[in-house]
């Protein structure tokens, strides 16, 4: 039982003073504006005690608990995303080395049109040029506490998009180097959770499985929020790092019958979802469905206002913005989230590649589903259900995919069929 | 305490490689009209570094200060890679500030980037080039690349279409390439002012009755994406196996480096997986509208 230890419930202020002490800039759970977001934790009353939530199709709201839960609630409405991977960034700062003369403008050429190269070169002096540089990141390395299963699992989905690949997002690269990891095995899950069927929770894998690195450093599981007396954490050991903060905090070994009542609140977590999605079969399902008649019925209640991809946890599509002052003097360049909701994102002269919402929708859903596998070896959604929660419509991703599937097991002719909007059946099951 | 984490100079440093964000910076040294709306800028770097050298295929991003930057394909020699060169179209805010811009401006250049014609494959075999429009600049280094060894292939044809005669890229050039290389160089208008003499209809025409052999020729594709999708379907309707028909594909790029998942198109990054791809792969993309 080396690697596991007991926390009571008042130690952890212990462990956050511990990560501070470290040197850690310590993101979990917090309360904001009637939501739960990721935020900065410098002590234990930061986090959302005794706060529940319900979270349905198009529907958020916290409730009160009626125990001292620390963690007694399911997906946040932000995940740790905007931790490593903000909403804005900037790539570049450029400056203009000398400012733009009249003289330059008008040495413009004056081409013909026989096919060669007829202008000569500037006779201005003063060439317009301009230096860039990188912002530098001077930020102390991140300790997630409280991330749950789905989050660090996309944590990880995103190690191999953003920092896995032949060229890196740099910002990522850093911020999310030498990152500690508190997880927390999920023990509330939501109406709208699917992560037992995902394979991505409630109970956080031990390893990376695309790596085979630790998931995470410490891994705590509630127990017993409702018992004072008995409220405590099991502590899990998943790195040496780990070890050395644990053994370095008001911890106890921990017995047999630990370990498995630890395992008794995912196991009940698990129980309690009644979304899934099968996993196994659904990135077929959906390359099959490329002309289904089932994306003109989605589209009808599909706002493309962009939401579900904003809360998805492993959406990482961006666009860039520049940003000059009124001289031209100096410019930005921002690295902004953008959205294949938007029919902006597939523009180009002429007009957009994806034009209507089903097709946008299309592209969302295959992507997160389907071509994901291809392109990364893992699918793209991780069961935190936030896309049901926050979608104003109410869209089910699950349902869905059951559908697709279904109309594809059922042979449905795709193009031009007509099925009736009456079809949306949640699968309980 | 522990050290804070490291830089973005130390995560891009320890790819090996420069950073891919950063645009170098090259001065427009001539600027050369060549049809209306269509320019070709000649760049040379000022930053003293080396020339930038590329593979036939490949794009950069240009950057205009200030106003935005796009991917564009590089139209020159990749024998000779300086100056760079691109032949671009005046469509939007960038390009409009690209082609406007006056000999001596500076504009910032990432790349290259993305797949290659790698046309030496069709070594020993027929070549059939078809384009139209502005399509012909990304395929003229692939053009080049096969005149430079031209005894290595067998016939070599130049399908050209464009939508007036005013409208002729490269039309000099062209006759070059077919009074001293020996290419085949057949072209079409689809409108014509009264009184034209050269042939009129769409470039996909001339496909089944160009002279060349289907079974031993690779065929390299440019255009808007209708005019790729049903030349590759005439050119494999003639016999041409759909892996040797490669296309160069559009699509929005914000990165050009496979991260800002602007250019997806199903499982490929066009940016990273392409811009040139195989009709093999492709056929399937293309049939589905709006995919």
């Not at chain 1, 053994?247 to 196991?267: G, K, M, N, R, S």
């Not at chain 2, 305490?1 to 490291?6: E, K, N, P, R, S």
């Not at chain 2, 995560?11 to 490689?17: D, K, L, P």
């Not at chain 2, 000999?103 to 075999?125: K, L, M, N, Y």
Request: overall charge negative; some cysteine; charged content about 25%.
């Amino acid at each position: 039982m080396d690697d596991i230890r007991l926390l009571p419930a008042t130690g952890l202020e212990g462990l956050i003073a511990q990560l501070r002490s470290r040197g850690y800039r310590v993101m979990g759970p917090t309360l904001r504006d009637d939501a739960i977001v990721t935020g900065e934790i410098r002590s234990a009353s930061d986090l959302p005690q005794g706060v529940g939530d319900e979270q349905d199709p198009a529907r958020y709201r916290l409730r009160k608990r009626d125990d001292g839960a620390y963690f007694g609630f399911a997906a946040p409405a932000q995940s740790s995303k905007p931790v490593f991977f903000p909403a804005e960034e900037v790539i570049w700062r450029g400056r203009r080395d000398t400012a733009v003369t009249p003289d330059s403008a008008a040495s413009a050429s004056t081409p013909d049109n026989a096919g060669n190269p007829t202008t000569a070169p500037a006779s201005s002096p003063h060439d317009p040029g301009f230096t860039v540089e990188r912002d530098q990141l001077d930020a102390p390395p991140i300790a997630l506490l409280g991330v749950r299963s789905c989050d660090l699992r996309a944590v990880q989905i995103h190690d191999k998009v953003l920092a896995g690949r032949t060229y890196i997002d740099a910002h990522y690269v850093t911020r999310r180097e030498a990152t500690f990891v508190v997880a927390v095995a999920c023990s509330d899950p939501a109406a709208t959770c699917f992560c037992a069927s995902m394979g991505t929770g409630p109970r956080p894998a031990a390893t990376d499985p695309a790596t085979g690195e630790p998931s995470y450093d410490l891994l705590l599981t509630e127990i017993a929020p409702s018992d004072p007396d008995r409220h405590h954490f099991v502590l899990e050991i998943g790195t040496e790092a780990g070890r050395d903060v644990a053994h370095a905090i008001d911890t106890a070994p921990a017995e047999f019958d630990d370990q498995h009542e630890a395992l008794a609140v995912t196991a009940h977590a698990a129980s309690q979802q009644t979304r899934r999605i099968t996993a196994a079969t659904v990135r077929d399902d959906l390359r099959a469905s490329a002309e289904s008649s089932r994306w003109e019925d989605v589209a009808s209640r599909c706002l493309s206002c962009t939401n579900c991809t904003l809360v998805c946890p492993t959406c990482f599509c961006t666009t860039v913005e520049d940003v000059s002052d009124l001289t031209g003097a100096t410019a930005e360049r921002h690295r902004v989230w953008d959205s294949c909701f938007s029919e902006d994102f597939t523009y180009i002269h002429g007009g957009p590649t994806r034009e209507s919402v089903k097709a946008r929708y299309r592209q969302w859903i295959t992507h997160k589903l389907s071509s994901w596998e291809d392109q990364f070896g893992m699918l793209g959604c991780v069961g935190c259900g936030r896309c049901i929660a926050w979608c104003p419509a109410g869209i089910d991703i699950t349902e869905e995919a059951a559908a697709l599937g279904r109309m594809r097991a059922g042979g449905v002719l795709p193009t031009g069929d007509h099925v009736p909007t009456g079809d949306h059946v949640t699968v309980t099951s | 305490m522990m050290a804070g984490v490291g830089t973005i100079a130390d995560a891009v440093a320890r790819t090996g490689r420069a950073d891919p964000m950063i645009p170098r910076r090259f001065a427009i040294t001539r600027v050369r009209q060549d049809t209306r709306d269509t320019f070709t800028l000649l760049l040379d770097p000022v930053d003293g570094g080396e020339e930038m050298t590329f593979r036939a295929g490949q794009f950069t991003m240009l950057h205009a200060f200030g106003v935005g930057e796009v991917p564009i394909s590089i139209a020159g020699d990749p024998r000779h890679p300086a100056p760079l060169e691109h032949t671009i179209r005046n469509v939007g805010a960038v390009t409009r500030a690209l082609v406007n811009a006056a000999p001596g401006t500076e504009i910032g250049v990432r790349g290259p980037f993305g797949t290659s014609w790698d046309a030496a494959d069709a070594r020993g075999h027929d070549v059939v080039f078809v384009t139209g429009g502005i399509g012909l600049a990304p395929l003229r280094p692939a053009i080049l690349d096969v005149l430079a060894e031209r005894d290595s292939y067998g016939k070599v044809l130049l399908l050209y279409g464009s939508r007036t005669p005013d409208d002729i890229l490269y039309g000099a050039q062209m006759r070059r390439w077919a009074d001293l290389d020996g290419v085949n160089v057949q072209m079409t208008v689809d409108n014509a002012p009264h009184g034209y003499k050269g042939r009129v209809g769409f470039v996909t025409e001339l496909i089944g009755r160009a002279g060349f052999d289907p079974r031993r020729a690779f065929a390299f594709v440019c255009g808007p994406e209708g005019m790729m999708r049903a030349a590759a379907s005439a050119l494999v309707s003639r016999g041409v196996s759909p892996a040797r028909v490669r296309l160069s594909m559009e699509r929005s790029m914000k990165c050009g480096i496979g991260l800002c998942g602007h250019c997806q198109l199903r499982e490929l990054f066009v940016c990273v997986d392409g811009p040139v791809l195989d009709y093999a792969r492709l056929e399937p993309l293309m049939d589905v509208r709006e995919l």
